[in-house]
């Protein structure tokens, strides 16, 4: 793994002020994301390590103003957050604000080492107010849109990093691939954090799905045993598609650069384990969430990591 200040030089950025702003960042991302922080560290290019946190963090911090409140007050903390983030692209961050040194990061990456990334941020922004408004999904339908919306925008801020040329002949199989990727992830993490979800008065598991299976919102929030067999059957039923649309991303990674492609099998492959946890826990999933094993996780960004050495050394 590079030093980050090897990172920070590959990348091009030497002003002292802006170096102290992405390091404010990258402590963020390790803290609140690190397998994500290690899996890209260890197998992307390190040019891309800065920009790639200015981004995690921006989505992180997003999702953090819009997460508590009714839809009323995400709504409007969603509004004064797109009217910051948009006038310090078009402008400049306020270096009074709190989320100065964020801003400062995003603009940076924005500008200088990915002109295309701004319109990205903006369809971000655009998308946000799906999930500050979301309490739920009635139909299959409504979680496709979400997925739209909002989900794979969030995705296309990192993906976009690596993604083959707008226009070119391989953007829209690169975006659909993503859009497969995103529909399976999203998908896993509602089933992993159904138990959490049901706390807080809202699932990602569409309603119409729930009355198929013979259930009802009531019976997952009550955690009643009635509900048991019927829970396992849905599980099985959402994990079968997740399974589908991991299928259908598996050509992602030819897609784009050879440097590019360790990290993208990695993405995959994490998936593939979470789940697997999701089918194990089945039913269980009523009573606590769950991760992909740590171990096999390691395991998997450790073959990567060879495979991108051997690749370097034959290209090198």
């Known amino acids: 793994m590079p030093r980050w200040s090897t990172a920070l030089n590959e990348a091009g950025i030497t002003d002292r002020s802006l170096r102290r702003a992405y390091d404010a960042q990258r402590a ?8 994500q922080y290690l899996a890209a560290r260890l197998l992307l290019p390190a040019r891309l390590h800065p920009s790639l946190v200015a981004m995690v963090a921006f989505m992180h911090e997003t999702d953090e103003r819009i997460d508590t409140g009714d839809p009323g007050t995400r709504n409007m903390t969603l509004n004064e957050w797109d009217r910051q983030v948009k006038a310090a692209l078009d402008v400049a961050p306020d270096p009074g604000a709190p989320d100065a040194s964020l801003l400062q990061t995003v603009v940076d990456t924005a500008r200088r080492h990915h002109p295309h990334l701004a319109a990205r941020v903006h369809d971000f922004l655009n998308g946000a107010p799906t999930e500050a408004n979301w309490t739920g999904f009635d139909t299959e339908a409504d979680f496709q849109a979400y997925i739209d919306s909002y989900s794979l925008p969030a995705l296309m ?19 659909q691939g993503c859009r497969a990727l995103i529909e399976a992830w999203q998908r896993s993490d509602f089933l992993a954090d159904l138990s959490e979800d ?3 008065g809202r699932i990602g598991i569409a309603r119409e799905e729930l009355v198929r299976h013979g259930l009802t919102f009531t019976d997952l929030h009550t955690k009643s045993e009635r509900c048991i067999p019927a829970l396992g059957r849905l599980v099985s039923a959402q994990a079968d598609r997740v399974e589908a649309a991991l299928s259908a991303c598996r050509g992602l990674p030819d897609l784009v650069e050879t440097p590019y492609r360790p990290f993208l099998r990695a993405l995959i492959s994490v998936q593939d384990l979470q789940l697997q946890a999701v089918r194990d826990k089945g039913s269980s999933l009523l009573h606590k969430g769950v991760h992909p094993p740590i171990a096999a996780t390691l395991r998997v960004l450790a073959r990567q990591y060879v495979a991108a050495k051997a690749q370097q050394r034959r290209t090198g």
């Open 28 to 35: 963020l991302v390790r803290q609140f994301a690190f397998p």
């Open 157 to 175: 801020l990192t993906a976009s990093l690596f993604a083959p040329v707008p226009e070119s002949a391989e953007d829209e199989g690169f975006r």
């Open 198 to 200: 049901t706390e807080q």
